[in-house]
């Protein structure tokens, strides 16, 4: 009797104990998935954001004339598939892309590219030494060395050049060691287009092969979008500068949707248009001052009690520095 009284009582323990260490365990888990997916939203937006408040700067107003007319090809974009920007002759600081992200769970989903000066080295400080073979080649000043450090120009880079004619966008695709930059046609984006009607380097000579006192800085375009092939069960957010190979920012993010908010000329104060999915006709991505971002994310493991995922998603809306201030004073 007594055995069989102790033994009750053990069971009973021990299945108390057994209870509250599975109840203890669960909230451990809900606990992380709740700590793992608030830290991925956050710093997906922690990202987006430091890119996103630059757009614009550096940028010519209007944004920087692209081969366009006879003899010019397609600008290619940096993305999850092959594609390229919409047609026209000029890229904008911000290029929209409606439902252009992968489908996650159903879901379209945006991505967006932006352009701003990388003042990492400041090649601008002084006029290019000289723009020879039709502007294939550009020598910087010797007070700006290009080699050699961290900020050195690279491969890939884009380069804006500026002078009395107007802007035009080249893709480095080499250098000499020293301080001469190469352009050679095929490069990734298709900027290093020398022979077209309209846009490209060959628009800023005098028409005879000489081009007048001209600066160069380098630029930074950044895009991001939804990974969803590298592991389709935990689609990443990416940010890919240049051409240069996607990196993950934020893992388990599933849906990127960005609006944007337009002035016009005659209300250059408060948006004309607020929370537009993109700009349509007559109103152009130029007009764009403010992004309204919102990511949504869930947790890789399933909660084992509701057999679901925790999800959470974070909004916020981005003022562009360099192209929020206008003249209100007219």
Known sequence: MELAVAMGITV???????????????????????????????????????DLIQTGNGIPTGGVPVPSGTGSRPINRPGPVAMTFPAGQ????????????????????????VLFAD????ID??????????????????????????????????????NARGNALQTVTGTDGGQTMFFDAGDAFAFNQVNTQF????????QNGVFPPTTATRVTMVTYYI?????PQVPRLVRRRNFEPAIAVALVIDNVQITYDLIDGSNA????????????????????RKINLFLSGRSESIDTRSRQTFRTNLATQLSLRGLAYVDRYQ
């Open 227 to 231: 990974d969803a092939v590298t592991n």
């Open 269 to 288: 104060i408060n948006p004309a248009l607020v929370n537009v999915p993109e700009p349509v006709a007559p109103n152009t991505a130029a007009q764009i």
């Open 199 to 206: 846009g490209g380097i060959s628009s800023l000579d005098d």
């Open 12 to 50: 009973i323990v021990t299945g108390l104990t057994l209870q509250a260490f599975m109840a203890a365990q669960q909230t451990n888990q809900i606990g992380s998935n709740i700590l793992e997916t608030n830290q991925n939203v956050r710093a997906g937006m922690s990202y987006m954001t430091r």
């Open 125 to 162: 400080d002084f006029p290019l030494a000289a723009i020879t073979n039709g502007g294939t080649r550009a020598r910087v000043d010797a007070r700006t060395p290009i080699t050699g450090g961290p900020a050195a120009i690279r491969t890939g880079d884009v380069i804006l050049f500026t």
């Open 119 to 122: 003042r990492s080295l400041a």
């Open 90 to 113: 000029v890229l904008q600081a911000v290029t929209t892309g409606r439902d252009l992200g992968p489908r996650v769970d159903g879901q379209a989903t945006d991505l967006i590219t």
